[in-house]
C-alpha cells in the first residue's frame, strides 16, 4: 500500500472485508454493493474515490450535495449518489432532480410528494423504503408491522418504483437480528434490495443479506464537522 493514498488504502481494504463476508455466507461478493457515503466530506476525497475506480456514493442531506455534486456528476456520468438521509417535501423536486436513487422513502405524505414529483418532471427515480426496525421513536422509518401494507399501497396506488428496503438498527447487540427481520419483510414483499451496514456492522449485515452497505469512515475517516445549518 507504500504511496497509496489514505482513501484508495480504505477502499482496497473494504472491498477486500466485503469479499471476503460475502464468501463466507456463502454469497456472491459482486451481489454486495458499496455505497461511499461522503456527507460533509469535501470534493477532493469523492475525487479521489473516483479516480481510484469507484462511482456509487450517498449523502445524507439536499442541500449540502447541491452545493457539492452537480460540477462532480457533470465531470463523471457514470457516477450514481443515493440520498439517504431524511427528505422534507419542499426539497423533493430538488432531490429528484439530483439524485438517482432515493433510500429514505419513510411516511405516506412523502410517497405522495414523489408520485407527484416524478408525473410533473416525467422521470422515476428508483425509492428503498426506509423502515424503523428497531421502533425506535427517535428514528424515522416505517414500523416493521406496517411495512407490507405501505409498500402495497406505494407500488400498488403510487406506482411508485420501490426497488428494496433500507434501515438504520438500534445501537444494541441485536444488530443480526434486526438485520434479519429487513430481510424477510424485504423477502415477503418479493424486493431484491437491502441497504443496511454502515462501517460499524457491515460484516454482520452481509451475513443477513445486505445487497447494499453503506460506509463513510470506513473509506473517508473521521467525518469534518457539518458547516451547514440544519435542514
Ligand atoms: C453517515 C451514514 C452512514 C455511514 O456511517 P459510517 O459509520 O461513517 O460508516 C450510513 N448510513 C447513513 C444513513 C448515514 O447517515
Known amino acids: ?11 482496497c481494504a473494504v472491498k477486500s472485508r466485503i469479499s471476503q463476508a460475502a464468501v463466507s455466507a456463502e454469497r456472491n461478493p459482486s451481489d454486495v454493493k ?19 475506480g469507484h462511482r456509487l456514493f450517498g449523502e445524507n442531506r439536499v ?8 460540477p462532480i456528476l457533470e ?13 422534507q417535501t419542499n426539497k423533493v423536486k430538488r432531490a429528484v432532480q439530483l439524485f438517482h436513487t432515493i433510500q429514505t422513502l419513510d411516511r405516506r ?6 408520485a407527484r414529483e416524478f408525473d410533473s418532471q416525467g422521470v422515476q427515480v428508483d425509492c428503498f423504503i426506509q423502515i424503523n426496525i428497531g421502533e425506535e421513536p427517535q428514528k424515522t422509518g416505517v414500523l416493521p408491522e ?19 428496503l ?42 443477513f443479506g445486505a445487497t447494499h452497505v453503506r460506509l463513510g469512515t470506513a473509506i ?6 457539518l458547516t451547514l445549518g440544519p435542514e
Open 220 to 225: 473517508f475517516g473521521a467525518r469534518p464537522p
Open 146 to 164: 406496517a411495512a407490507d401494507s405501505f409498500i402495497t399501497e406505494c407500488r400498488g396506488d403510487l406506482l411508485l418504483p420501490i426497488v428494496g
Open 63 to 70: 442541500q449540502e450535495s447541491e452545493d457539492k455534486w452537480p
Open 109 to 114: 405524505k412523502l410517497a405522495r410528494a414523489l
Open 34 to 52: 458499496l455505497i461511499a457515503i461522503s456527507k460533509t466530506q469535501k470534493p477532493n476525497l469523492i475525487a479521489e474515490a473516483i479516480s481510484n
Open 166 to 207: 433500507m434501515c438504520i438498527p438500534p445501537a444494541n447487540d441485536q444488530t443480526g437480528l434486526h438485520f434479519g427481520l429487513l430481510s424477510e419483510i424485504a423477502a415477503r414483499n418479493g424486493l431484491s434490495n437491502i441497504s443496511m451496514g454502515m462501517s460499524a456492522d457491515f460484516e454482520i449485515a452481509i451475513r
Open 75 to 87: 465531470a463523471n456520468d457514470d457516477v450514481v449518489v443515493h440520498l439517504v438521509g431524511p427528505l
Open 1 to 11: 500500500y507504500r504511496g497509496w493514498s489514505e482513501v484508495r488504502q480504505n477502499l
